[in-house]
């Protein structure tokens, strides 16, 4: 089979590779769709340490069992169409304890040590089927829609866990790309007042328009947009604000832009590179605000993003807004970064 298989910085190659085979316990699926996370956007520019090649990308994907050698331990059976939670904690750890264990300190991951799943088929290691790790889709939602499942559990897992939105709330989002219209829909469904976006592309802004906002500011260098979110919000500032993009001047402005004992959430990690903000942190102390960030996402948060999706309530169509074969794989970075896309999938069956 064909997959788009990881060397390096810059380097991903569609190549030929075995159909995996099984060993006691695992499972096969045929992948319907996966699509390409700002996260794969990153391991091709810069490469990832935490990678070792070659490794074939590709994490959030909805697939179909086609074989399974797991008998008793697997939740699910072959024809069954699932997503996959793709995160084995320890179990063990302190954090696996105390139920954080999206922060365990021996996770393995799929796409990062395990093959994922730009590929016609995924093999699933008999440990991620004995922790019930696979979930099956109950309903005829596109398996492209059912992807976002992964991505949509990481934002859950900021909000559940610390945003606590709620009907008395005012929510500001800097950065509209698909994590960012992922936060604002959330919101939206958690009962928030008003919420507003924010980025440095009219095209992202634009397309962000399309969805259940009240409005959208575009980010100017003169920091006008700041005087503009405190018109918007009546002088009060945002009771939320959502970085959800992986640029220091956002983390800055955030402080700028929220209100008195408002919640500020860093869902986006600096580059390693270049890990530092300057913050005003007077706003902390003057306005009593909280400033917290996240990390992936638990089994729950994965489970509540599953549920959500086969809800009809999430706007996953208008998510996914390109396709391309295995083949054409490399064009949908560009395709990210210029924000002509929101999110582009791969069917590697075409």
Not at 202 to 217: E, I, K, P, T
Not at 280 to 297: A, P
Request: contains cysteine.
């Amino acid at each position: 089979m064909k997959a788009a298989v990881y060397l390096g910085k810059e380097q991903l190659p569609v190549q030929e590779i075995a159909v995996p085979s099984l060993e006691d316990g695992e499972v096969l699926l045929k992948v319907g769709a996966c699509n390409v996370c700002g996260t794969d956007r990153r391991t091709y520019r810069n490469g990832d340490k935490k990678i070792q090649p070659p490794r074939v990308l590709g994490h959030e994907f909805c697939g179909t069992v086609v074989e399974s050698r797991s008998g008793a331990d697997a939740n699910v059976k072959v024809g069954d169409r699932v997503v996959q939670y793709i995160v084995l904690p320890c179990g063990e750890c302190r954090y696996c304890k105390r139920g954080r264990s999206n922060l365990c300190l021996s996770r393995t991951t799929m796409a990062y040590h395990y093959d994922g799943a730009f590929a016609p088929y995924v093999r699933v290691p008999a440990p991620y089927v004995r922790n019930g790790s696979l979930f099956r889709v109950e309903n005829d939602l596109p398996d492209d829609q059912m992807g976002l499942a992964e991505p949509l559990g990481c934002v859950i897992n900021a909000h559940a866990s610390r945003l606590n939105i709620g009907l008395e709330d005012t929510v500001a989002i800097i950065g509209a790309g698909p994590i960012g219209v992922m936060h604002a829909v959330v919101s939206r469904l958690q009962g928030a007042q008003r919420v507003w976006m924010l980025d440095v592309s009219q095209q992202r802004l634009d397309r962000a328009s399309g969805f259940d906002v009240d409005g959208v500011v575009r980010v100017a260098q003169d920091g006008s947009h700041l005087e503009k979110m405190q018109d918007l919000t009546g002088g009060l500032g945002a009771d939320v604000v959502i970085v959800a993009c992986s640029v220091a001047s956002a983390q800055a402005d955030a402080l700028e832009i929220a209100g008195k004992a408002a919640r500020i959430e860093f869902f986006g990690g600096l580059p390693k590179s270049n890990p530092s903000a300057t913050l005003n942190t007077n706003h902390l102390h003057y306005k009593e605000c909280v400033v917290t960030g996240s990390y992936s996402e638990k089994m729950s948060d994965f489970q509540a993003a599953q549920a959500l999706l086969q809800s009809g309530r999430f706007p996953a169509d208008k998510i996914v807004t390109h396709h391309l074969p295995l083949e054409r794989i490399e064009e949908a970075f560009p395709l990210m970064e210029t924000g002509e896309a929101l999110k582009v999938c791969i069917r590697p069956g075409d």
